[in-house]
């Protein structure tokens, strides 16, 4: 369960509310903001959101610059870890992950400079 009270609301029915946390240097790229409370509307008869959809969503609303250090394609570029609900994307099927309403995602870059 996640630890966080989604805030979120809407007028349609069609709409699912998560927290997005970005670190590790990721937050960076969403104007230095770690913590999101997001609001996603589900199109195309969709149920559920899945982390390809996601990703698709952060990358066009979240991301406010150099997208593609965030991404690569339709996922995640290698060295950022994805946790769904403290647990490793990886374990859940990556992007084929099904979030439910309230989901914790974490994104966190394993990559630094030096």
Not at 15 to 36: N, Q
Not at 40 to 55: H, I, P, R, S, Y
Request: net charge negative.
């Amino acid at each position: 369960m996640s630890p966080f009270f989604c805030l979120c609301s809407t007028g349609s029915d069609v709409a699912c509310c998560y927290w997005i946390c970005c670190s590790g240097g990721l937050e960076l790229l969403c104007d230095s903001v770690k913590m999101h409370n997001v609001n996603v509307d589900l199109e195309n008869g969709l149920e559920q959101l899945t982390m390809k959809d996601l990703l698709a969503w952060a990358r066009t609303n979240l991301i406010k610059e150099r997208p593609e250090m965030f991404m690569k394609g339709d996922t995640v570029r290698p060295g950022v870890l994805v946790l769904v609900n403290d647990c490793d994307w990886e374990l859940s099927g990556q992007l084929d992950t099904t979030l439910q309403e309230k989901d914790v995602v974490v994104f966190i870059s394993t990559l630094h400079g030096g």
